[in-house]
C-alpha cells in the first residue's frame, strides 16, 4: 500500500494562519471590553444611582412541579 502524501507545510501555514487570527480576536475582545468598561464607570461616576439592581440570570424560584392546594 503506497504512503499517502502529507503536505507538512500546508499544514503550518494553515497553523500560523489560524494563530493569528485568533490573536486579532483576542486583541479586538481585549479593546472592546476596555471601552465597555470605560463607558461603564463613566456612566456609574456620573449616575451613581442610576442603574436598577438586577437579579442573577436564574434566580427566581420556578413554579413548575409544586403542587398549589387551594380549598
Given at each position: 500500500?503506497?504512503?499517502?502524501?502529507?503536505?507538512?507545510?500546508?499544514i503550518?501555514?494553515?497553523?500560523r494562519?489560524?494563530?493569528?487570527?485568533l490573536?486579532?480576536?483576542?486583541?479586538h475582545?481585549?479593546?472592546?471590553?476596555?471601552?465597555?468598561?470605560?463607558e461603564?464607570?463613566?456612566?456609574?461616576?456620573?449616575?451613581?444611582?442610576a442603574l436598577?439592581?438586577?437579579?442573577?440570570?436564574?434566580?427566581?424560584k420556578s413554579?413548575i412541579?409544586?403542587?398549589?392546594?387551594?380549598d
Amino acid at each position: 500500500m503506497p504512503k499517502r502524501f502529507v503536505d507538512k507545510e500546508r499544514i503550518d501555514r494553515a497553523d500560523r494562519v489560524a494563530r493569528l487570527v485568533l490573536e486579532a480576536e483576542r486583541q479586538h475582545r481585549e479593546v472592546k471590553t476596555a471601552r465597555l468598561r470605560a463607558e461603564r464607570l463613566a456612566f456609574e461616576g456620573s449616575n451613581p444611582k442610576a442603574l436598577p439592581q438586577t437579579r442573577k440570570p436564574g434566580s427566581q424560584k420556578s413554579s413548575i412541579g409544586k403542587t398549589v392546594e387551594v380549598d
